[in-house]
């Protein structure tokens, strides 16, 4: 079967109206994150871009321009504990609700050397579970 072949997600959910809806999107400024970001937008959602380099995250929203929906980037290093902390702290001064977390943002870890996140998890892990 072709790749075209394969339905991914159905047109009913592609066009769903999500104005009025919170969402926030770990790691969104790369990758599925950015996708999944750019589709909750154009869908009409109100996005929060979750970016440990929010300066990448701007640069690449510049993209959303036109589309129905909204979107900030707010800064968030899922291998620090205390900018979690300082994220959800942020978070809950400007918003009274959120409809769904995207936990999109990870990394693969490779070569012998383990690395840490700051509150000495193993760094994959720290990022892609605790963190989130
Ligand atoms: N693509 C695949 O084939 C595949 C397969 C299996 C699983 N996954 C998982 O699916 C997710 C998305 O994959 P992708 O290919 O779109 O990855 P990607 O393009 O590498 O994007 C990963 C995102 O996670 C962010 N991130 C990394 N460490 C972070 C931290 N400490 N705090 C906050 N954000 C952090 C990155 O930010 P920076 O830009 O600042 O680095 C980036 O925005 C990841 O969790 C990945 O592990 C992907």
């Not at 994150?33 to 640069?59: D, S, W």
């Not at 291998?79 to 978070?91: G, I, N, P, T």
């Not at 809950?92 to 977390?101: H, R």
Request: aromatic residues 6%; charged residues 25%.
């Amino acid at each position: 079967m072709s790749r075209n072949n394969i339905l991914w997600v159905d047109e009913k959910t592609l066009s769903k109206d999500v104005s009025g809806k919170v969402y926030i999107v770990t790691g969104a400024n790369s990758g599925v994150g950015l996708e999944t970001t750019r589709q909750l937008v154009k869908q009409g959602g109100h996005v929060i871009m979750a970016c440990r380099r929010p300066e990448a995250a701007e640069e690449v929203a510049e993209s959303f321009t036109g589309l129905k929906g909204t979107y900030e980037v707010m800064r968030l290093d899922l291998a620090d504990l205390q900018s979690v902390r300082d994220f959800v702290a942020e978070f809950l001064k400007k918003q009274d609700k959120l409809d769904a977390l995207v936990c999109n943002a990870g990394l693969v870890t490779m070569g012998s050397e383990v690395k840490r996140t700051k509150d000495t998890f193993e760094m994959a892990i720290g990022v892609s579970y605790f963190g989130h």
